[in-house]
């Protein structure tokens, strides 16, 4: 697996770590290879919250499986993205490293701030409007194509779950506004990453009942039992509550 590194200098270099790891340089050459380790190199200097010292370097890129060469080889991959991004593109500190490009536009950061204008949002309209922009730089699993190692992994996580977090708000406010369509295309994409996350299950099967289809809903109850059994878990009190409330035609419990 490779991302695109190109050897021409550019006003700006945008980096997509929302999916596929790669970037592209604004009005760059054509794109070269890069190989896996300096690709996992380049992503962990993105996310380090400043320099990151050699010994973390080496334990994200091999783990216990550290190589002899491990600081020649790290010092080759420096010398691989100065070649690209220019000779002061990463900084040398005492025993560690620091990513230095001004002109970088992390789509992760541009998600991460519309979900903070999101949450500040004076309107529930103007919330749903951001929450969908925010989420629609998503293009498949975050970092995809890359080893992770533990930073990366910790990283990954927290993204995953502001992404989770974002698309069942998101969810909500399409209910509310009467667009079960969409809730229920969020939820079903959403669940097929997190077949066990059990308030996904009650959202699309609030979003199918109040649409009118309260049987497709108790299928969703079933099919939610099965993947839970399937992890070793049972469905929990609002998720077995809300299968009873449309069997008894009663008001569905709250999400």
């Known amino acids: 697996m490779s991302v695109s590194l190109t050897l021409s200098p550019?006003?700006?270099?945008?980096?997509?770590?929302?999916?596929?790891?790669?970037f592209e340089r604004e009005g760059g050459a054509p794109p070269r290879p890069m190989w896996p380790k300096p690709s996992a190199l380049l992503a962990l200097l993105l996310v380090a919250d400043g320099p990151v010292t050699l010994e973390r370097i080496?334990?994200?890129?091999w783990g216990d499986r550290r190589p002899e060469s491990a600081v020649a080889n790290i010092r080759g991959y420096i010398g691989i993205l100065r070649r690209g991004f220019g000779g002061g593109a990463v900084?040398?500190?005492?025993?560690?490293y620091e990513l230095a490009l001004p002109g970088a536009l992390l789509d992760s950061d541009a998600f991460l701030d519309l979900l903070d204008r999101a949450e500040d949002a004076g309107s529930p309209g103007e919330r749903e409007e951001l929450?969908?922009?925010a989420l629609a730089l998503w293009h498949g699993p975050a970092l995809a194509g890359l080893t992770h190692g533990p930073v990366l992994e910790s990283w990954v996580e927290r993204m995953n779950g502001h992404r989770r977090r974002a698309t069942l708000q998101l969810a909500e406010l399409s209910l509310a506004g009467g667009r079960y369509g969409?809730?229920?295309?969020l939820l079903r994409q959403h669940l097929v990453g997190h077949p066990t996350d059990e308030s996904a299950y009650q959202l699309l099967m609030r979003a199918l009942h109040e649409a009118g289809d309260s049987s497709a809903a108790l299928v969703v109850y079933q099919r939610a039992n099965r993947r839970l059994v399937d992890h070793g878990l049972l469905p929990g009190p609002r998720l077995r509550g809300t299968q009873q409330a449309i069997l008894n035609h009663r008001p569905l419990p709250p999400c």
């Open 58 to 61: 080496a334990a994200e890129l």
């Open 91 to 96: 900084r040398t500190l005492p025993g560690s």
């Open 131 to 133: 929450l969908g922009r």
């Open 182 to 185: 969409r809730a229920q295309d």
């Open 10 to 22: 550019a006003p700006a270099t945008t980096f997509r770590l929302l999916g596929l790891f790669s």
